[in-house]
Every structure is written in C-alpha cells, then in structure tokens.
C-alpha cells in the first residue's frame, strides 16, 4: 500500500520540502492546478506561523532592571524627554566632574540611608548664592541624614575663582558637580535655584524652590511625609530671544511679517525680559511677561528713563504696576498681572519705534497716564577725586567680567560698570546710580569688592581715584498715574 502523506507530516519543517518533492515525484502534477495552488498555500500559512511562535517562545521572561543593563539607558532617554517625576525611582547615574571633594565622582547609590538633595544652581543666580549659607547649615544640623550636592552647568574654570571667592566671604568651601550634562537633562527646569530631594531608598520625593528648603520640610522628607510640599514646576517653553516671538514655533506660532504689534497677557513658559533687537532688515521692541513697570520703562527708554527707579507711581491701584514677592508667589501675582508686547518694525522706521510703542500703551492701557515730569531726587553719584588719570586702558582684547564678589574691566566703557549697578546688583536699591565722572576714554579695572555694599565699592575704587557719593538734584522722571476720566 502506498504511505499517503498526512497534514501531521508537513507541519514539521523538516518535511515541507520533502512532501512537494513526493508529490512531484508521484506525477501529482496531472492532479487539478487550482488544488494544487491551495496545498501551496496552505503549506507557506503553516510555515509563517510556526515562525511566529518559535520567536515568542525564544523571547523568555523579562529580567529586572539592572545596572549596565542597556534598558538604563532606555530609562534615562525617556527622563530627558519627559523629566523624572515625585514618586520615581532615581537611576544609579555616576555623578562625575566634582571639585572640591576628595572623591571626583559619586554615584547615586551612596547616599543609600541619607535625603539627598541635588541644588541645580549658576555662580550669576543671587537667590543661589543667598541660600548656599543656609544648606551649608543644615547639613551641619542634619549631619549622618541630609547631604547637599550642588550641580551646575558651568565648566570648572569659570567656578572655581567665584568658589574661592565664595570661601574667602563666607568661610564655605563648596563642593559641586560642574558641566553637568546629565543630571540636568533628567530634571529639567528653566528657574534658578532647582532643588530635587531623594529619600534614602533612591525615591524622588519632592522638586522645589529655595523657600522650601527648610528645617521643618526636612524633618517631614525624614518622617515619610511630604504634605504641603509645593511642587516646582518650571513650564518648558522653547524660546530664542534672537528671534521674533511667535515665528516658525518660536514660543507659538506665526508667519514672517515686516510689520506686527502684539499684545496678551501672561504666558505660561515664556521667560520674562524686555529689550530692543536688532537685525539687518527689523527692529523689535519686546516686553515678555512683564509688569506694567516694566512695559512703561522700556517705551520711554529713549528718553533716557529705562530704570524702574526713575519711575513715579502715583496710581489709585499701584498692585497692578508691579509687586514685591519673590518665587511662586510671584509667579502666581504674574499671572493675573503680567504683560507680554511686541512691537516688529522695518530697519526704515528705527527711529519711530518708541514712540510707536507708546502709542500703543495709550490705546492698549487707556486707563493710565505716563508723562515725564523734573522731580527732586536722591541718587548715587560716581565721581573722580583727582585730576590724575589712573583708567585710560593700554588697548588690547575687550572684555568685562562680573560676579558679586568684584569686576574686571578690560579695554571697556565705564559706563558697564553703572549698568551693571543698576541692573543687578543694587537693582532693589531706592535710588538709581549715575556716571558724573565725564571720563569718557575705554578703562582697565580690576576690583574685588561687593558689588552691593557702596561702603566696600569705595574702599576698592581708591586706587584708580574713584568715589560713590549720594547727591540730590532735579531729575526727569517717569511719572505714571491714573488718567482722569471727562465729564
């Protein structure tokens, strides 16, 4: 009796083969094509699944998230997407790059049995510097359960003269990670300083700001309860401040336009900052999530008033021109209070720009009146005590250099010097700082002072015959008040 061939025998690869080649061999090429075409098919349906599950049951079990495991990196590419959240796990990165420390690097892991908190700061962040004193002391008062380890972006040769500064003021030798590439990607935030707190057991429990970062809040972390923790959350919004606002996605969405003016309220995001731009075709004057200070500022800034100093408020609702609290607070006050404007001008038009701007506060802010009035007004004054020139530079590369603890002018204006007074470091001073020098050659300075106390300015600006003094005189000044409505 002839074997006939059973569908038992083509499910085993080995046979496929050798069944067709029986088939041929047994003259079944009489037997009907269109039987013949369904056998064949039949045959390759069989063959795709027995693929199918041969590669399911090779798979095995998943295994467990290990060190070194490529999975990690899987892990931390979605963290620099999205950012490590409250209640996940931290992966054992190796932190590298420390200064400061017998250890040039550490890994997350040992800290196990200790609150970890990672400080992201910069060495130009006042509210940084202002709180390095304080984590330093409750490191000291938490000693065995709390370390602080301060991460920064900056590369080590620009921290470490501000570091020894810093140890020289304060007596604290601060270790800290610097041209963190890694730490940062994994929480990302916007805002200066950004703490992130890690229990004992490798678990983020909170991502806050420096008001946060307190005793009490400690203990709390300590004792497996972080109720009434506010959370930081910085809104990541991508923004090129070399680019006009809302074009081709920069912070939104627009079209390229020769001529624009734009006003709306506060923007989720958007970093704060006004300025002018300028570019070979187009001038801009932006005002980002401002206060209406600051908006009123930069449109009479031609009319050599741009600091908030110079401006009077004489409102019945002075609220709502600018306030005083710092952090969530005050984002919480921006949102309800703040301003964004842009105006976008041709190059042709340079000259018009303020007061096109100004144009626009008065039908964009009807309820206000902004005039420029002469006022009697204290000021800081820096003047020269001798005739001798001890400034004038010997040329050379043009550079400047600033941090709280001191300058350096190099081939520069003196008047960088007075801006950066004004701007920065005594920019919550009730009086403006005005150049009376009338030195108008390029200087070379080096002085290590701080920058805030006028006291410690003087000492250092002996050499070079230099002196602040404060003084009184009539000032032109900004004078923004409610506008009287007609009867």
């Known amino acids: 009796m002839k074997r006939k061939i059973g569908l038992t025998a083509t499910l ?94 550490v890994k997350i892991s040992d800290y196990k049995g200790k609150l970890l908190i990672l400080d992201f700061w910069a060495s130009w962040c006042s509210a940084c510097i202002s709180t390095l004193p304080m984590a330093d002391s409750l490191q000291k008062q938490f000693a065995g359960k709390l370390e602080f380890l301060p991460i920064t972006y900056q590369k080590e040769e620009e921290i470490k003269p501000f570091l020894a500064k810093l140890e020289k003021a304060h007596g604290i030798l601060l270790r800290t990670a ?52 506010r959370e ?70 031609d009319k050599g008033i741009p600091l908030k100093r110079k401006i009077i408020v004489e409102v019945k609702d002075p609220a709502k021109m600018s306030s005083d609290k710092i952090g969530g607070e005050y984002l919480d006050w921006l949102k309800d209070n703040g301003h964004t404007y842009e105006l976008l001008l041709p190059l042709s038009l340079q000259k018009q720009a303020y007061d096109m701007m100004r144009i626009d506060l008065e039908r964009l802010l009807p309820q206000y009146a902004a005039t420029i009035e002469k006022r009697p007004s204290k000021y800081i004054a820096l003047v020269r005590t001798s005739d001798e020139d001890k400034l004038k530079s010997r040329g050379g590369k043009s550079d400047t250099r600033f941090d709280p603890f001191g300058f350096t002018l190099q081939n520069f204006p003196l008047q960088r010097l007075i801006d950066q007074l004004n701007v920065v470091y005594m920019q919550h001073s009730d009086v403006p700082v005005v150049n009376e020098t009338g030195y108008t050659e390029w200087v070379d300075m080096e002085v290590g002072a701080t920058m805030s106390d006028v006291i410690a300015l003087n000492t250092a600006l002996k050499k070079y015959d230099l002196e602040f003094i404060e003084k009184e005189r009539v000032m032109e000044r900004l004078v923004i008040r409610d506008k009287l409505e007609n009867h």
Do not use: C
Not at 93 to 101: A, D, H, L, R, Y
Not at 178 to 206: C, E, M, T
Not at 281 to 301: C, W
């Open 178 to 229: 610097v041209n963190d590439k890694q730490l940062s990607p994994l929480f990302p935030h916007r805002y200066y300083p950004h703490y992130v707190w890690i229990d004992g057991n490798g678990i983020i429990r909170a991502i806050t700001e420096f008001q946060q970062v307190n005793a009490e809040n400690i203990r709390k972390i300590l004792d497996g309860n972080q109720t009434g923790i």
């Open 232 to 301: 930081k959350k910085d809104v990541m919004l991508a923004y090129d401040r070399t680019r006009p606002l809302f074009i081709d996605g920069n912070a939104g969405t627009g079209n390229a336009v020769k001529y624009r003016s734009i006003y709306t309220g506060y923007v989720p995001g958007l970093p704060g900052g006004t300025g002018f731009f300028r570019t070979d075709s187009t001038v801009r004057l932006t005002a980002r999530n401002s206060t209406l200070r600051s908006l009123f500022s930069l449109a009479y800034a």
């Open 12 to 105: 085993m690869p080995k046979n496929w083969i050798r069944a067709l080649y029986i088939i041929w061999k047994r003259k079944l090429r009489k037997i009907d094509h269109n039987l013949l075409i369904a056998f064949v098919a039949v045959v390759i349906l069989i063959l795709q699944m027995f693929i199918i599950v041969t590669a399911v049951s090779g798979q095995g079990k998943p295994k467990g998230l290990q060190i070194g495991d490529t999975r990690l990196n899987d892990t931390v590419g979605q963290a620099r997407l999205d950012g490590l959240q409250i209640g996940q796990e931290m992966p054992d990165v190796t932190v590298g790059n420390i200064i400061n420390s017998p250890a040039p690097s």
